[in-house]
């Protein structure tokens, strides 16, 4: 199976961050790509989750929530009972939620997620599952079935 589609979009993003002015217009067009103009320049005040997940999935063709909500995606596709690779995971988390792409897992059984305002950037992060409040896939979209791939990453302290 071919790597999904909006994964190869958000495999480009890596490294962006909030900090810098080409990263802020990095979250400007993520904006912009979710069809919410309005929030253009807020990177540094507004999570932006739900924005890099929005944008990822319009680059690729498919309809996204097109929410600031990180939440939007526990109503949207077909719902999942376990991760697979490339599937959007939601997250329970202080003050809200958190949304990204499941790219895999670790040894103890993290998930490691690809998503972005992970520590105010776009990077691979591991999370416990325990936090995990629904997984879907794009309507439509073949779903991946291969074994998540097992890697490592730190743990993710921050996402807003």
């Not at 999904?4 to 990095?26: C, D, F, M, Q, Y």
Request: a positive charge; proline letters at 4%; glycine letters at 12%.
């Amino acid at each position: 199976m071919t790597e999904p589609k909006w994964l190869n979009e958000a495999r480009k993003e890596i490294g962006v961050s909030e900090h810098t002015t080409e990263g802020s217009k990095a979250v400007d067009q993520m904006w912009i790509d979710s069809k919410l103009r309005g929030l253009v320049g807020t990177a540094r005040k507004v999570p932006w989750c739900a924005g890099f997940v929005n944008a990822m999935l319009e680059r690729a063709g498919i309809r996204s929530t097109r929410s600031d909500s990180s939440r939007s995606y526990l109503n949207y596709g077909v719902k999942l009972s376990e991760p697979k690779y490339g599937c959007v995971v939601t997250f329970s988390r202080d003050g809200g939620g958190h949304v990204g792409f499941v790219v895999g897992k670790t040894e103890s059984g993290a998930l490691l997620v690809l998503g972005g305002n992970q520590s105010d950037a776009v990077n691979i992060k591991a999370f416990k599952t325990d936090r995990v409040t629904g997984y879907c896939y794009p309507e439509g979209m073949e779903i991946d079935t291969r074994p998540l791939p097992v890697g490592d990453a730190a743990l993710s302290v921050k996402e807003s």
